[in-house]
């Protein structure tokens, strides 16, 4: 599937420069299974829109996807539902961390973004609903794009996710109160976890973005979304996909992405190809610090950008 | 200076539909010098690269340029003293309505972005320092990127706004006690007033925007901002621009765009041209509702997007 | 038990005003249990240091004791444990209605006081622990204050509480998470219901109420709180006893005080006496209509107030 | 007017106490005038219903009254307008730090309490209006409670604090943009300043707080207010009387009290006696800390409390 292509040299070229960062973040410790990942590993990866990937470094590393898994819940929700979703989550920048509940409790229940977790629960809540099963929707989603037959969830992560979700399951609760979930708290938290604790890697993720370059249609050409909805999730990812850095996102790589405490982040260059870059170690806002350098890199270099 | 071009069918068709809208919102009344703008006005001009513009409707009409002025402050300031602007004013969304004390509280007189009132206060402060005239700066400016010698401040609008500017006191007066306002809150007041009853067309803000289509080239083949500057204000028009609808807006109309009280919309294709919408009545989050109708209508009927 | 005393013409005077008021409150009505009670339903009762106790209209009806409760478990945890609890909740009044999250999260999982619901909560938590048995051990002593051995915990009401919980379980897990929970949640949850839905009478809970008032003295002659603990408890009453409306209340009706959604109000004079007065209708803060006018009167014609 | 009396050995030993004590906070330091205050300074008075006053220590020596002041102008206003005052400011603590914006933004202007920044200047903006010099009319009053005509304003420290008064500008706009202050802003903060800015020693604030033991009644036998404004206040007091601290003041010391950041506290005894205390250093919450412990031992001597 590796192809020699202009993007190549490219990758390789930023791979070098990476390899010379010397500060690069603290991987997420709040549950010991993502804890365990070297800082020092990276990977990216670039999917053209016929379905050609290449990639550098730990390309083929499997990681835990966490929230990035939240752009194709929001997108397999999306296409069976369409825009009532929207009575349930608005799509506004969420301007504090993700995690606050002061805003869901403001504006009575309703999450401001399908990205914040509060957003995230939703959103497989009403998957849930909708398939009987969200985090095996998702999976086998994840597993037709990306031809990899071999993704599978980390039964022992989405453990230790359960066992530290307190602050998940007091949002879901929260909501609760305030009529916006369907399914029991427990049973939309088990979801929750599972899907958050499919691992993928570099390839994968880049390879399963790809409906979002090409304006909704999946691997197979089959249309998953409409054109419409395909630029609402890029314009979605753009303004809230990296937590509360998503200006600051906007602003240094100036791409759709989306990123996950287990140091993966995805990016769409609309119409042209997508992207995925891993690096265990997180900012102080919960981006890999050498995921938004490389993306950052990718656009200087290539001059890619939405702007 | 109008010529025939591939737009203006597009433009007719617009503003045919726009015609016919009967909810349109209500004028800003908070100064009697706004209320009075009837809102069935509806003008819209589109400014390719090279500076032909054409419209239709109330395109060459003056109206008070208000927050969209804060576009260009930001891009004179920034093109005068560079990155040291972002240790005083942060470029992250808001998530909260434009007038909000509250983050600007939590975060320590540190405004979220430039385009909240709290953050343009500080980009015209610190302008005026720069150039001793903030105001002026900003008018010369928009005369020679429109070409248009005409264009003045309307000092009854910039009066009226100084008896209604409590607010505005308050975030002065409120980030001076962090230490993050250099001039007299009184000077910077009346400056920023000035900056906000400035009056120019559809056609004057459309060329005046050129800039950032251009990649920071102004329209006498100058640089104003760097390449990468210039994409840095198109994202933050992007996530930032439209108060507490800047999600719904990237979603809907898919452009870097910025609006103000008064009607207009700016909004940028870059590489390729940039448009200004006019339409009095504004939605309850402050923008004008034929204004972002016009311009969702537009990048449908295009295909235009970012995304 | 009933004496003729100089209270009691007055208790009659409040009870014929009181039978005119029109405008009650509406119960709570957010369990089906609470809402069944009839508005017009109205009982107040003084006891004396000895144990004298007298009352009218109906003094000696049950009720759901809901908040009331929070006094006992509070002076039962503080007679444990003492000063250790005050590093797990505070005792600043909120500033905020009692449910709300905002401050919880603004001061890292510690609440504001013992008698918002986080802060009760935690003092059931803790008292779970030291006890094995926080409901059942608050049972016991309200049953031995009373007097009254008839005095249970109405299952159906707890069970309605616990299948509208939702605000309460995100309060639990919320502080979960910042690790000032011990006991699981969903057991701090079951205690905390049952502890609620006690029933008891104004009678029963005037005389259970007399240890604030005989400065730590229990009914037996026992100390169960120091008088310093005593004074403590009663300036946590009065600056923190009925939800958002403590300054109202303290300025209204000037003793320590705490309120019930189920309608009941206790009172204490210190060195003097105490009141429980009970009407299913609440105002908009959630405390008895009838209740507060009738210890407004009350302290109003006997002069007794701590200012 | 010195007698020998109960209470005075009672000062003697708290004197000699506080002494001792290594730990005595930071003088308040955001204007120089406050900051050259020596933490080792120490007074107390007690002044008795008929006018008898003592002391120990520095109880002669004048000091800035600052937020003490508010206690007066509440009165001096609540008696000219009644319950008129309380559609413009509530009555409730504040639960927040004392010069939040946070709430006053939540409750559309109108402020907490009398006593935070916001509801001082409410009342003095009401009291202005009402004499036509709201600041003249407070001195008046101190000086013929105290007996003390020398009573004069610091036009200094006036100067001093209106130079660093930005953040009570912003309160002043930000309230008259919801159209809650009367005078120009400028007006009030020169009344205000002028207000916290007026010196007394110990024994004249002692004094001067007389009229609550009293029950509204002044120095001279006429009476200010009616009983129960009396109540009414220092119920006020207590519950929002010593900033973010009130629960904790109430449950040490257990009287109403009012702190100001010159180091000044005054308290009352209903009925029985007023104090003041003064020890420049303050705590992190801008109380005195020696003020907080004489006061607490004195209660915890004399058995005085309203608990």
């Known amino acids: 599937m590796t192809s020699s292509h202009t993007f190549e040299p490219i990758l390789r070229r930023i791979a070098a420069e990476i390899e010379s960062m010397a500060e690069r973040g603290r991987p997420a410790d709040y549950i010991p299974a993502l804890a365990v990942y070297d800082p020092r590993r990276f990977g990216m990866a670039v999917a053209e829109l016929d379905g050609t990937v290449y990639g550098v470094g730990d390309w083929r590393e499997p990681f835990s996807t966490q929230s990035i898994s939240k752009v194709f819940t929001l997108a397999l929700d999306l296409a069976r539902e369409g825009d009532t979703l929207w009575k349930h989550v608005s799509r506004e920048p969420s301007g504090n961390p993700f995690n606050s509940l002061v805003q869901l409790e403001y504006e009575n229940g309703i999450p401001r973004n399908p990205f914040i977790n509060a957003g995230a629960l939703v959103v497989t809540d009403r998957l849930h609903t909708l398939t009987g099963y969200a985090a095996g929707t998702l999976l086998e989603f994840l597993r037709a794009e990306s ?57 994968d993720l880049a390879l399963a973005t790809g409906f979002l370059a090409r304006h909704g249609i999946r691997a197979d050409g089959t249309r998953l979304l409409t054109q419409s909805q395909a630029k609402q999730v890029n314009a979605i990812m753009l303004t809230c996909g990296t937590y509360d850095a998503a200006g600051d996102f906007a602003y240094r790589v100036g791409l759709p992405g989306k990123s996950g405490v287990g140091g993966g982040i995805i990016a769409v260059v609309p119409g042209c190809c997508t992207l995925c870059v891993w690096g265990p170690g997180l900012d102080e806002r919960g981006n890999s610090v050498v995921g938004v350098a490389a993306l950052d890199r990718f656009t200087t270099l290539t001059g890619l950008s939405v702007f």
């Open 147 to 203: 031809g990899n037959a071999a993704l599978a969830i980390n039964d022992g992560v989405a453990a230790s996710e359960s066992a530290h979700g307190d602050r998940n399951a007091a949002l879901g609760h929260f909501m609760a109160s305030y009529g916006n979930i369907e399914n029991p708290v427990a049973v939309l938290l088990d979801q929750y976890f599972r899907q958050c604790s499919i691992e993928a890697s570099c390839a």
